[in-house]
């Protein structure tokens, strides 16, 4: 075994046979924020042999202030591929893939297979009712966790237990939730509430849970500012509509195309429905009559005094300066084409 892991191997909880667990283990992020960020710097460091990095995002400046894996020189670029980088240059030992994509309900049930584990790391209910269901039915675990202003929570879902549905049974309003950019955020939550998570998907992978009977659940609340910590027990519902009836509604969804308004940011995010690979050098080279363009391998930016769009690869794009959906569909359309 080597060196680089001897602090963790002479934890009682851990040793060598845990170690060797870690290093045979898969775990998905999903969204690499704050959140994701910390979780993504413990694991690679602990040894955990492959890790999935999906983000659909790139880093903006406001985002220095609380996701820990990037600096100035990220700015710009896609976050999967700054916190893949980085972590490559903590751990070279271990497996780490960037996956620059809007996860949804066409494509997640085949980012997630074959995963030990899914990290919650995203900002959105809607995201995380996807994550439950793909979960559920496959009988993966996976630990929700959130953070806003100075308080977080979070819960692990886990096989034949209580799930998030459980817990929220209705589904709370695109946008009728506070979020980080309308509410803001401590730094120390979030490095907390990424540190809590981690340790939970250590003792998951481990198998410290293997033998627990009971199928409800518990789900941490802690506040910072005021050192509340709270456990709260979330009983299972037989009646819930994932786990109980296995009506996996939101990754059976049959919408088209899907059109996300980003909420606090004044923008609406686009994702074609059938998404293929764009060569974002010869749309960029079409634009530059029209504004000014910025292209890299993995995303073209491009800005004029009518809009500022950010198109990746797969098609989707980031339209800033409207929250109107239909103001942002015809921008795409006129820019990128239908
Ligand atoms: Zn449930």
Redesign the pocket.
Known sequence: MQSRYSRQIILQNIGEEGQEKLLNSSVAIVGCGALGTVAANNLARAGVGKILIIDRDFVELNNLQRQMLFDENDVGAPKAVAAAEKIASINSDIEVHPIIKDINYTNIEEILNGVDLVIDGTDNIQTRMLINDVCVKNKIPWIYTGAIGTSGMSMNILPDK??I??LYPGIPKAGSLPTCDTMGVLNTITVIMGSIETTEAIKILLGFYDNIESTNSNLLVYDTWNHSFDSIMVK??EK?E???KENYEFIDSDEQEIITSLCGRNAIQITPADPKELSLKSIGEKLEKLGTVKCSDFIMLFKNDETEISLFRDGRAIIKGTDDEIMARTIYARYIGT
């Open positions: 209580a799930c549905r459980c299972k519902n819930c994932c786990c109980g």
